[in-house]
């Protein structure tokens, strides 16, 4: 069986809900540069998806955003990522479609709950994070509870490229930036 573990999915109401600030937009005119494959959650989208997966013989993918909507706000992150895990755990098509639950970080007490809730409730197969969240590489001590959590669960980790490099001065510094993570044209990343 092929499985695409890297496919994105954008469901409507998460895009109406973060707006501009998480591209690209749903039902609006996609910017030159920016792919340009079924993403949403339209009928249309999905049959497109499904179209583009059986001619590259995919038989199933699993679901995530272009990029986490971490926010430093906690209670704007715990809606928005609650709105990708709902809108991933509804499909119709569960023999096709998967989803990794997204945390809303760098919020530690209620990514563990929507970890729960993602794995006991909406069958999420495992966990994607971002290398990077809020300038911040994902590799620090104050996200060990997170992985402390995976661990017991015996869950599986998709860490999602950005264009920094994970923060870390041992590939920045040697330019090695494009064998850890891809460099982001339409969101421009940086290590604080």
């Not at 209670?75 to 928005?80: D, F, Q, T």
Request: charged share 25%; glycine share 8%.
């Amino acid at each position: 069986m092929i499985v695409d573990v890297h496919a994105h999915y954008i469901p409507k109401n998460f895009s109406d809900f973060m707006g501009d600030r998480f591209l690209p937009r749903v039902g609006f005119p996609v910017r030159a540069g920016i792919a340009r494959h079924p993403v949403s959650d339209s009928q249309e989208d999905i049959s497109g998806r499904f179209e583009v997966m059986d001619a590259a013989g995919v038989e199933k993918q699993v679901l995530s955003p272009h990029w986490p909507p971490y926010s430093p706000d906690e209670r704007e992150g715990v809606r928005a990522v609650q709105m990708l895990n709902d809108g991933y755990a509804a499909h119709r098509y569960p023999e096709r479609i998967a989803s990794y639950v997204m945390l809303p970080l760098p919020h530690i007490d209620v990514a563990l709950r929507e970890m729960e809730r993602g794995f006991e409730q909406l069958g999420c197969v495992g966990v994607n994070m971002n290398i990077i969240c809020l300038n911040r590489s994902v590799a620090e001590t104050e996200f060990e509870p997170i992985y402390e959590e995976m661990n017991r669960r015996g869950s599986i980790l998709f860490v999602h490229p950005a264009g920094t490099g994970i923060c870390s001065h041992f590939i920045n510094d040697y330019r090695l930036r494009a064998a850890v993570g891809s460099r982001s044209k339409t969101r421009p990343l940086s290590c604080t």
